[in-house]
């Protein structure tokens, strides 16, 4: 089942405010995913990281791979009202057989942009 | 034109029916998935593919079966459809670098 924690699960912020979210897992992850979800549409990928310590900005939104491999942050600066959807973290632990080729996946985070 | 496609988009069965849901992928990758979302609950993996010749169950493989007919083809059926089994449901493929992709969805309502 799933052992990713991802909060908060969700988040009422105004237009221009900065957004934060986070995942944490139990065990050890060597990539973590982070994707983006529209009302009625499959989740579409904003960022991935493969290296412990790793920041990367993709636009407005900055993910980072924490250094203990065991989370990961999203932040979205200035919101704006399309930034409004579902925020899912992912990732992959270590290479055995059980994992490999697999995600997990948090709950999701809401986002609700209001002007 | 999208790389991950899914047929139908919407559809809605009674409880006994068998229903197919088709998934199709013009990105060349050998990994394909089958995702069920609840609200709520995030997505879970029901069966997975690393190739034409190699099926996986996932985590709520019950009730369900697949079938991958060529590289670009997986598609997903239930034999006999319950009402717990209302869901939005998502088809993937994977590059090696773990980067999954996601069609837009089909969303089966069972009566």
């Not at chain 1, 989370?71 to 399309?82: E, G, T, V, Y």
């Not at chain 2, 099926?55 to 007919?69: A, H, T």
């Not at chain 2, 939005?88 to 009566?111: E, H, K, M, N």
Request: aromatic content about 12%.
């Amino acid at each position: 089942g799933q052992q990713l924690n991802q909060s908060p699960q969700s988040m009422f912020i105004q237009e221009g405010e900065d957004v934060s979210m986070n995942c944490t897992s139990s065990s050890i992850f060597n990539t973590w995913l982070w994707y983006k979800q529209d009302p009625g549409e499959g989740p579409v990928l904003l960022i991935a990281l493969y290296k412990a310590g790793e920041l990367t900005s993709n636009g407005r939104l900055t993910a980072q791979f924490g250094i203990t491999r065991k989370d990961s942050f999203l932040n979205i600066s200035a919101s704006i009202p399309s930034d409004v959807g579902i925020y899912f973290c992912a990732g992959q632990g270590p290479m055995t057989t059980d994992s490999w080729g697999k995600l997990q996946f948090g709950a999701g985070t809401q986002v609700v942009v209001t002007p | 034109d999208a790389d991950v496609t899914q047929t139908p988009r919407n559809r809605i069965t009674k409880t006994g029916k068998r229903i197919m849901l088709e998934c199709s992928q013009t990105k060349g990758h050998d990994r394909m998935y089958w995702y069920r979302q609840d609200p709520g609950l995030g997505l879970r993996l029901i069966y997975y593919s690393f190739d034409v010749k190699d099926i996986n169950k996932g985590e709520i493989s019950d009730g369900y079966s697949v079938s991958r007919q060529a590289q670009a083809k997986f598609s997903l059926s239930l034999e006999s459809a319950i009402p717990n089994q209302t869901a939005l449901y998502f088809c993937a493929t994977s590059d090696f670098g773990q980067r999954q992709f996601f069609g837009p969805g089909t969303r089966l309502t069972v009566l």
